[in-house]
């Protein structure tokens, strides 16, 4: 297919010769029109805000005997895709004649777009909306330079924005095409006026490419016979576009000693498109790599009014070039010793780099050549020659020789949470370590000096034995980042890290939400015991949130990151943690090769939140500031809480399971309120029977004075606060719209049982609960409602019953279950 139509097109390339029969379009500048141009601009480039952003750049012209000087007019790239612009022109100059009289000097092609960027360039409306001769130009890759004639004969050779006259980093591009043009004007006899006459007498801007790689290479390879300026177009030097048929260009071409640009006229834009998708697939056309093609036609807005005007858009090709690019990009950085970074091609960009780290390696100079856009197609092309491999293939690789197995990631990812307190880090490491296996890291369990290094070996130590590793800190900090990913390149290069940053935007809801969930958490933690010092730990919270910096990849350190995963702190766990999963199959789907379903990803959570407990306690630092003195604020000697009450806590997960079975056997309209609960997470994610609470101690004072005795003497000694054992039988599940509680029955431990034995007494159990009705709340509606107000829901449904008349519903707990529960003391906040 491509073969036949390259031979098709290949003969018409030089059309050159039949040009003379085609009309040369011209027309003179209209003062009005180009004075109202240049106010319209100049307004725009005053203009703070709103609009367009235009800037405004004025050069002095060298060697210009009239010392003409000439405006530049810059667009911002994207306002391009505005409507109703005073000029869509790419490169535009203007100036005042000695009579003072504005005109264009320069004008560039109206900024074009490559096929669906934009919805011109949609392949249905390309077909519907233009018309042939479609000419295909070679997009040459160098430097844009355009070459028109000012009024006192001087040539202006200008790049995009600059004359080359300030310092600036477009000089040279427009010093080196100066140059050239020289050169090549002196090869056939011409001067620099010549062609300053010659453009001026037809209002018009040659259009060239510079490609020379002895000046700076591009990702095409021009080697010196095929260097130089390569003349694409001529515009008219009007505020609209109008530019050249590209026979005339390459008659220009030759009379002025360009070198052409490729061509091919096709009259159907089917065979347009069909030509162009075949040389995408191979890449090269003509024996050569192509980076793509530029077309060139005829558009009109509305295809019944038959008028139509110059219109361009461009194909480029994808593939090898960005692979191309990748790969340069990627020796930039191994130059610089930084991590390479790359998603796509990964397997073969592996070995490239390998390749060329030894070939850097083996020749110092090559650094710095590469750095200066030397040798990088040679470095390019013996790779491939000592792999045996085309480009196009090179960029296929995976595909062709891989089948996925080994040459995609499958191990060695590293999962760095960027987050504050309580945004779930933890829960989602323990979710994905029960899913999955990998290794989780908590900097709260590493202690002693010395902790980032440590912890970091932590994390690779890790990937000895398991595919991924948690890193479970908050790394909020970018020097946290830095410290970790540069650790972790230097030790283990070929390891990849996510990260997962929680995205701290809505920060009253997240200030809200961590806190709440932290206050929750109690004292189930390592380093932060919240029941025991709110203040305390609502200020270090505040301090993360404070320090927090925004993952950024634009720049160092999180550069260094393969790939980030965004999650939002106030989102559940449960919601994270699929994110995370299906995000990481996506990057990798040879590493998580499936999404596991949603029952196993609830499971996980609820694994994470009820079964997790930290194995280590320490105190951290106060972190509150200094005094004067730099010495650390002294620590107030820890103050006892007060007992606020005792409990039996019970596994949550058989009491989710008993509540489960339960409603699973019910009308939807009363398991309505259950859903309802779960829906919007107000089910416990932990829970306990109290047996009596601080707040009714006064009316049960022997009991709680027992109770009290009991913290102090066994609880000093007592592993967690663990003062004995109860079992708790679930015997029904009560609920309204607002509250629901199991009640529950009460049966002593065999071993408490037989306490007092050895008197004539009865046994007299050591646990009581001074509840009206023993019971353990499941959940209420919202915030509103304390967990407590079951006491009043039990209290009436005891007087009541349930019933339509009372509002209150009761079933009998599927099974009634006997749960081991532990009796614990639960202190003050
Ligand atoms: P970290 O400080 O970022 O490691 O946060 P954790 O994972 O330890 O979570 C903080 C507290 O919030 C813990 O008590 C968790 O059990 C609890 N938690 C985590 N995720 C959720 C969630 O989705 N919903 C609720 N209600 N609590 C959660
Ligand atoms: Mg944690």
Same mark, same amino acid.
């Given at each position: 297919?491509?073969?036949?139509?390259?031979?098709?097109?290949?003969?018409?390339?030089?059309?050159?010769?039949?040009?003379?029969?085609?009309?040369?379009?011209?027309?003179?500048?209209?003062?009005?029109?180009?004075?109202?141009?240049?106010?319209?601009?100049?307004?725009?480039?005053?203009?703070?805000?709103?609009?367009?952003?235009?800037?405004?750049?004025?050069?002095?012209?060298?060697?210009?005997?009239?010392?003409?000087?000439?405006?530049?007019?810059?667009?911002?790239?994207?306002?391009?895709?505005?409507?109703?612009?005073?000029?869509?022109?790419?490169?535009?100059?203007?100036?005042?004649?000695?009579?003072?009289?504005?005109?264009?000097?320069?004008?560039?092609?109206?900024?074009?777009?490559?096929?669906?960027?934009?919805?011109?360039?949609?392949?249905?409306?390309?077909?519907?909306?233009?018309?042939? $001769?479609?000419?295909?130009?070679?997009?040459?890759?160098?430097?844009?330079?355009?070459?028109?004639? &000012?009024?006192?004969?001087?040539?202006?050779?200008?790049?995009?924005?600059?004359?080359?006259?300030?310092?600036?980093?477009?000089?040279?591009?427009?010093? +080196?095409?100066?140059?050239?043009?020289?050169?090549?004007?002196?090869?056939?006899?011409?001067?620099?006026?010549?062609?300053?006459?010659?453009?001026?007498?037809?209002?018009?801007?040659?259009?060239?490419?510079?490609?020379?790689?002895?000046?700076?290479?591009?990702?095409?390879?021009?080697?010196?016979?095929?260097?130089?300026?390569?003349?694409?177009?001529?515009?008219?030097?009007?505020?609209?576009?109008?530019?050249?048929?590209?026979?005339?260009?390459?008659?220009?071409?030759?009379?002025?000693?360009?070198?052409?640009?490729?061509?091919?006229?096709?009259?159907?834009?089917?065979?347009?498109?069909?030509?162009?998708?075949?040389?995408?697939?191979?890449?090269?056309?003509?024996?050569?790599?192509?980076?793509?093609?530029?077309?060139?036609?005829?558009?009109?807005?509305?295809?019944?009014?038959?008028?139509?005007?110059?219109?361009?858009?461009?194909?480029?090709?994808?593939?090898?070039?960005?692979?191309?690019?990748?790969?340069?990009?990627?020796?930039?950085?191994?130059?610089?010793?930084?991590?390479?970074?790359?998603?796509?091609?990964?397997?073969?960009?592996?070995?490239?780099? &390998?390749?060329?780290?030894?070939?850097?390696?083996?020749?110092?100079?090559?650094?710095?050549?590469?750095?200066?856009?030397?040798?990088?197609?040679?470095?390019?092309?013996?790779?491939?020659?000592?792999?045996?491999?085309?480009?196009?293939?090179?960029?296929?690789?995976?595909?062709?020789?891989?089948?996925?197995?080994?040459?995609?990631?499958?191990?060695?990812?590293?999962?760095?949470?960027?987050?504050?307190?309580?945004?779930?880090?933890?829960?989602?490491?323990?979710?994905?370590?029960?899913?999955?296996?990998?290794?989780?890291?908590?900097?709260?369990?590493?202690?002693?000096?010395?902790?980032?290094?440590?912890?970091?070996?932590?994390?690779?130590?890790?990937?000895?034995?398991?595919?991924?590793?948690?890193?479970?800190?908050?790394?909020?900090?970018?020097?946290?980042?830095?410290?970790?990913?540069?650790?972790?390149?230097?030790?283990?290069?070929?390891?990849?890290?996510?990260?997962?940053?929680?995205?701290?935007?809505?920060?009253?809801?997240?200030?809200?939400?961590?806190?709440?969930?932290?206050?929750?958490?109690?004292?189930?933690?390592? #380093?932060?015991?919240?029941?025991?010092?709110?203040?305390?730990?609502?200020?270090?919270?505040?301090?993360?949130?404070?320090?927090?910096?925004?993952?950024?990849?634009?720049?160092?350190?999180?550069?260094?990151?393969?790939?980030?995963?965004?999650?939002?702190?106030?989102?559940?766990?449960?919601?994270?943690?699929?994110?995370?999963?299906?995000?990481?199959?996506?990057?990798?789907?040879?590493?998580?090769?499936?999404?596991?379903?949603?029952?196993?990803?609830?499971?996980?959570?609820?694994?994470?939140?009820?079964?997790?407990?930290?194995?280590?306690?320490?105190?951290?630092?106060?972190?509150?500031?200094?005094?004067?003195?730099?010495?650390?604020?002294?620590?107030?000697?820890?103050?006892?809480?007060?007992?606020?009450?005792?409990?039996?806590?019970?596994?949550?997960?058989?009491?989710?399971?008993?509540?489960?079975? #339960?409603?699973?056997?019910?009308?939807?309209?009363?398991?309505?309120?259950?859903?309802?609960?779960?829906?919007?997470?107000?089910?416990? $994610?932990?829970?306990?029977?109290?047996?009596?609470?601080?707040?009714?101690?006064?009316?049960?004072?022997?009991?709680?004075?027992?109770?009290?005795?009991?913290?102090?003497?066994?609880?000093?000694?007592?592993?967690?606060?663990?003062?004995?054992?109860?079992?708790?039988?679930?015997?029904?599940?009560?609920?309204?719209?607002?509250?629901?509680?199991?009640?529950?029955?009460?049966?002593?431990?065999?071993?408490?049982?037989?306490?007092?034995?050895?008197? +004539?007494?009865?046994?007299?159990?050591?646990?009581?609960?001074?509840?009206?009705?023993?019971?353990?709340?499941?959940? #209420?509606?919202?915030?509103?409602?304390?967990?407590?107000?079951?006491?009043?829901?039990?209290?009436?449904?005891?007087?009541?019953?349930?019933?339509?008349?009372?509002?209150?519903?009761?079933?009998?707990?599927?099974?009634?279950?006997?749960?081991?529960?532990?009796?614990?003391?639960?202190?003050?906040?």
């Amino acid at each position: 297919m491509e073969n036949e139509l390259l031979l098709k097109y290949t003969a018409s390339t030089d059309f050159a010769k039949d040009a003379p029969g085609i009309e040369v379009p011209y027309v003179s500048q209209d003062v009005q029109e180009v004075a109202a141009l240049v106010r319209v601009l100049d307004d725009n480039s005053k203009k703070k805000k709103g609009g367009v952003s235009i800037k405004k750049a004025r050069y002095d012209v060298a060697g210009s005997p009239d010392g003409i000087q000439v405006d530049s007019w810059r667009f911002q790239d994207w306002d391009y895709k505005k409507r109703d612009l005073p000029t869509y022109a790419r490169g535009l100059f203007t100036t005042r004649t000695k009579h003072g009289v504005p005109e264009i000097v320069t004008r560039g092609y109206d900024k074009f777009f490559n096929v669906d960027e934009v919805y011109e360039t949609k392949w249905a409306n390309i077909e519907t909306h233009t018309k042939g $001769p479609y000419e295909l130009t070679l997009k040459e890759n160098g430097c844009i330079i355009f070459v028109s004639g &000012l009024e006192d004969d001087t040539l202006l050779v200008c790049s995009k924005h600059s004359t080359g006259e300030r310092g600036d980093v477009e000089k040279s591009h427009a010093s +080196a095409g100066e140059l050239r043009l020289e050169r090549q004007l002196q090869r056939i006899g011409k001067t620099k006026q010549d062609l300053a006459r010659e453009l001026r007498k037809r209002n018009a801007t040659a259009v060239a490419e510079l490609c020379d790689d002895s000046f700076e290479e591009h990702i095409l390879a021009y080697t010196p016979e095929k260097a130089g300026l390569y003349l694409h177009g001529i515009n008219i030097n009007i505020p609209e576009f109008m530019t050249y048929p590209s026979a005339l260009v390459q008659k220009f071409a030759d009379d002025w000693g360009f070198i052409k640009t490729g061509l091919i006229v096709i009259d159907d834009i089917n065979e347009v498109k069909a030509l162009l998708e075949a040389v995408a697939e191979s890449g090269a056309h003509d024996g050569r790599d192509v980076e793509g093609f530029v077309i060139r036609c005829k558009r009109t807005q509305n295809p019944a009014t038959n008028v139509y005007q110059d219109w361009f858009f461009k194909y480029k090709f994808e593939e090898p070039y960005l692979m191309y690019r990748q790969w340069r990009e990627c020796t930039k950085a191994l130059i610089a010793g930084k991590p390479p970074r790359y998603k796509k091609h990964a397997k073969i960009t592996e070995e490239y780099l &390998l390749y060329a780290r030894k070939r850097l390696a083996a020749d110092r100079n090559l650094a710095k050549m590469y750095n200066q856009n030397h040798g990088i197609i040679a470095l390019r092309n013996d790779f491939l020659a000592f792999k045996n491999l085309q480009g196009a293939d090179a960029a296929n690789f995976e595909e062709l020789f891989g089948s996925g197995a080994s040459t995609e990631i499958k191990r060695d990812i590293i999962l760095v949470p960027i987050a504050t307190i309580g945004c779930g880090k933890t829960t989602i490491g323990v979710a994905l370590t029960h899913l999955f296996g990998w290794g989780h890291i908590q900097n709260d369990n590493i202690t002693g000096p010395k902790r980032p290094p440590r912890f970091t070996k932590a994390v690779l130590d890790e990937l000895e034995e398991l595919p991924a590793a948690y890193a479970d800190r908050n790394n909020a900090q970018k020097h946290e980042r830095k410290q970790l990913i540069t650790d972790v390149k230097v030790q283990h290069a070929s390891a990849k890290l996510v990260a997962l940053h929680f995205v701290h935007k809505n920060m009253d809801k997240i200030r809200r939400v961590t806190k709440e969930r932290v206050l929750e958490r109690g004292d189930n933690h390592q #380093t932060i015991q919240a029941a025991s010092d709110m203040n305390k730990v609502v200020g270090i919270m505040e301090g993360f949130i404070q320090r927090f910096e925004p993952c950024d990849t634009s720049r160092e350190p999180d550069a260094g990151f393969d790939a980030v995963i965004d999650l939002d702190p106030a989102a559940g766990s449960r919601e994270n943690l699929e994110t995370v999963v299906k995000e990481l199959h996506r990057l990798y789907p040879n590493f998580l090769t499936t999404v596991p379903p949603a029952e196993e990803l609830d499971e996980a959570i609820k694994a994470a939140l009820e079964g997790y407990k930290p194995v280590l306690r320490h105190n951290i630092p106060d972190r509150t500031p200094r005094n004067k003195n730099q010495q650390p604020v002294q620590q107030q000697p820890k103050k006892k809480k007060p007992l606020e009450y005792i409990s039996v806590d019970v596994p949550a997960k058989d009491v989710l399971d008993a509540l489960e079975k #339960t409603f699973a056997t019910n009308s939807p309209e009363q398991t309505r309120f259950f859903k309802l609960l779960q829906g919007t997470r107000r089910i416990q $994610p932990k829970f306990h029977v109290t047996l009596l609470h601080r707040t009714s101690s006064k009316e049960h004072p022997e009991l709680w004075d027992r109770y009290k005795r009991c913290h102090e003497v066994e609880g000093a000694a007592a592993v967690n606060g663990k003062l004995g054992k109860m079992e708790v039988l679930l015997e029904r599940v009560v609920f309204d719209d607002r509250v629901m509680a199991i009640v529950v029955r009460l049966v002593p431990s065999p071993e408490d049982a037989n306490i007092n034995s050895n008197t +004539a007494e009865p046994p007299k159990p050591k646990w009581e609960c001074a509840n009206q009705v023993a019971h353990i709340t499941v959940g #209420t509606r919202d915030d509103s409602i304390k967990p407590k107000e079951s006491n009043d829901l039990l209290a009436r449904w005891l007087e009541k019953g349930s019933g339509a008349a009372t509002g209150i519903n009761e079933f009998g707990v599927e099974g009634k279950p006997l749960l081991d529960g532990t009796v614990q003391a639960v202190l003050s906040r």
